[in-house]
């Protein structure tokens, strides 16, 4: 089942942390979070291969923290010292190969997402 399933989203405060899980196969497809904010284009947050290689977005780095388990099918996404920019719709998203990609359009599968609220 490649088709990835979210959860792990919720509401927090300002300086809070949040784990977003991602159950999707594909020992050696990357996989990636991307999110979106109301009126906002969909952007990437971060991506990590089969190999575990990692990519991030710029305005993550350093309170983000993407890995995954192989054995498991799950990629989860650590995010701490979250700020009320980071409040969007997070998209776990999976390539049907590897490297690593910040373009949604090379990701062939989708999951439905799940919100994300940081109040300040």
């Known amino acids: 089942q490649v088709q990835p399933v979210e959860s792990g989203g919720g509401w927090v405060q300002a300086g809070g942390s949040l784990r977003l899980s991602c159950a999707a196969s594909?020992?050696?497809?990357?996989k990636g979070w991307f999110r979106q904010a109301p009126g906002k284009e969909r952007e990437f947050v971060a991506v990590?291969?089969?190999?575990?290689?990692?990519d991030y977005v710029d305005s993550v780095k350093g309170r983000f923290t993407i890995s995954r388990d192989n054995a498991k099918n799950t990629a989860t996404l650590q995010m701490n010292g979250l700020k009320p920019e980071d409040t969007a719709v997070y998209y776990c998203?999976?390539?049907?190969?590897?490297?690593?990609?910040?373009?949604?359009?090379?990701?062939?599968?989708w999951g439905q997402g799940t919100q994300v609220t940081v109040s300040s």
């Open positions: 998203a999976v390539r049907a190969s590897g490297g690593l990609s910040r373009d949604p359009s090379t990701y062939v599968y």
């Open positions: 990590i291969t089969g190999s575990g290689y990692t």
């Open positions: 594909g020992r050696t497809f990357s």
